[in-house]
T-cell receptor
Framework: SQKIEQNSEALNIQEGKTATLTCNYT??????LQWYRQDPGRGPVFLLL?????KEKRKERLKVTFDTTLKQSLFHITASQPADSATYLC????????????FGDGTTLTVKP | NAGVMQNPRHLVRRRGQEARLRCSPM?????VYWYRQLPEEGLKFMVY????????ESGMPKERFSAEFPKEGPSILRIQQVVRGDSAAYFC????????????FGSGTQLSVL
């Protein structure tokens, strides 16, 4: 069955450092991969989407890579700030079931001042 | 431009009662999705609807759960005869469809079954 694993449930880093979150998947050939941010008591907020034919995507301090051979995506936040503290979710999707994204359990990032 | 609106924000029901969760998608969006998030677990897909049609309900429990998205009005997720295990956060998301895969989520409805 399809499985998505996000690295360690919790990640703690110092302000100013780069946070790197990992998303690994098995038994899936996604057409695209998305990253979302979720704050406590709120719904997820879309951050970035990367397609299977793309290696890397950037948006401000965020960078996503997608390696379909390794079946892995890395999500980087550079110059991290305490305001970046949240849970980050990766989600896989296929073109045949747009919207029916399969979500990982998330990694909770804490950035300490 | 209002985002996805869900109500109520919190819903308390006793076992055996019915729960009705409402979702109004973003303006211009005709695709609605319902997800459930159990404590300490990830988001699980339940159902995908377009106006007046259920497109994919593969994540919906076979009994007690139903969803609709009428021509007029919000999408409704209905849970009949609730049990304690139904306690969870229920999120609605919407998208434009037509190849736009970004999901816009509401703030969710926290259902507590006593």
């Amino acid at each position: 069955s399809q499985k998505i694993e996000q690295n360690s449930e919790a990640l703690n880093i110092q302000e100013g450092k780069t946070a790197t979150l990992t998303c690994n998947y098995t038994n899936y050939s996604p057409a695209y991969l998305q990253w979302y941010r979720q704050d406590p008591g709120r719904g997820p907020v879309f951050l970035l989407l990367i397609r299977e034919n793309e290696k890397e995507k950037r948006k401000e301090r965020l960078k996503v890579t997608f390696d379909t051979t390794l079946k892995q995506s890395l999500f980087h936040i550079t110059a991290s700030q305490p305001a970046d503290s949240a849970t980050y979710l990766c989600a896989l999707g296929s073109n045949t079931n747009a919207g029916k994204s399969t979500f990982g359990d998330g990694t909770t990032l804490t950035v300490k001042p | 431009n209002a985002g996805v609106m869900q109500n109520p924000r919190h819903l308390v029901r006793r076992r055996g009662q019915e729960a009705r969760l409402r979702c109004s998608p973003m303006k211009g969006h005709s695709h609605v999705y319902w997800y459930r998030q159990l404590p300490e677990e990830g988001l699980k897909f339940m159902v995908y609807l377009q106006k007046e049609n259920i497109i994919d309900e593969s994540g919906m429990p076979k009994e007690r759960f139903s969803a609709e998205f009428p021509k007029e009005g919000p999408s409704i997720l209905r849970i009949q005869q609730v049990v304690r295990g139904d306690s969870a956060a229920y999120f609605c998301a919407s998208s434009q469809g037509m190849g736009d895969e970004k999901l816009f989520f509401g703030s969710g409805t926290q259902l507590s079954v006593l």
